[in-house]
């Protein structure tokens, strides 16, 4: 995986073109357990997919208000995990057959 981009906190951003892994600083002062947060998907249509959440049952997936490019919308599964999904992605390297042009 190449580091591709790393916050003043230390936390660092990772990816093979295909699995982009975050490496969080953890902060003793807030609520968050330690391990893992979250994970995401790179969708191509978030609206459809959070309709198919919620025709599924899910509850529909809450748009992110924040200031870190990375995900549009947070969602919680049937066991509690977070995750995000994004239509634009999640930054780092594309995948080698993009990046080559196939």
């Known amino acids: 995986m190449e580091l591709f981009h790393r916050d003043p906190d230390g936390s660092c ?3 093979d073109g295909y699995l982009t892994l975050a490496l969080i600083k ?3 002062d807030g609520d968050t357990p330690p391990g893992m947060n979250h ?3 790179h969708v191509a249509d978030t609206s459809g997919i959070s309709a198919a959440l919620v025709a599924s049952g899910a509850d529909e997936p809450a748009e992110r208000f924040t200031n870190r ?3 549009e919308y947070r969602a919680i599964d049937p ?3 977070w995750f995000d999904l994004s239509a634009h992605g999640f930054g780092g390297p594309r995948p ?3 990046a080559d042009g196939e």
């Open 39 to 41: 994970f995401g998907f």
């Open 13 to 15: 951003f990772l990816s």
């Open 26 to 28: 953890h902060r003793l």
């Open 79 to 81: 066991e509690g995990n």
């Open 69 to 71: 490019p990375f995900a």
């Open 96 to 98: 080698a057959a993009e």
